[in-house]
């Protein structure tokens, strides 16, 4: 099981940048796991969605259509953290935001944690 903490979330202006960060641990994560890191999103009243991913060794990103252009999904395996860098932020960005581990492509998002909430204002 890996253990997932995000932090970085606040309160922005529209058009305004937030970091996220996600530290993983767990007794057998480390710089040579294989797997993903994704990042989701939940607003009120609708459903936790997709936003953007990466593979842990090889590093390849993937998102949402509706987030790029503007947000960036990196990681540092050194430091066992991924981040999500999000720019010109708009108010439909709102959203309490998750990260989560997965091992296979073809397999769930197994791990999670306990979200970090984003708030952009008009």
């Known amino acids: 099981q890996v253990q997932l903490v995000e932090s970085g979330g606040g309160l922005v202006q529209a058009g305004g940048s937030l970091r996220l960060s996600c530290a993983a641990s767990g007794r057998t994560f480390n710089i040579y796991s294989t797997g993903f890191m994704g990042w989701f999103r939940q607003a009120p009243g609708k459903e936790r969605g997709f936003v953007a991913s990466i593979t842990w060794i090889g590093g390849n990103t993937n998102y949402a259509d509706s987030v790029k252009g503007r947000f960036t999904i990196s990681r540092d395996r050194a430091k066992n953290t991924v981040y999500l860098q999000m720019n010109s932020l708009k108010p439909e960005d709102t959203a309490v935001y998750y990260c989560?581990?997965?091992?296979?492509?073809?397999?769930?998002?197994?791990?999670w944690g306990q979200g970090t909430q984003v708030t952009v204002s008009s």
């Open positions: 989560a581990w997965r091992y296979r492509s073809d397999s769930g998002w197994g791990d």
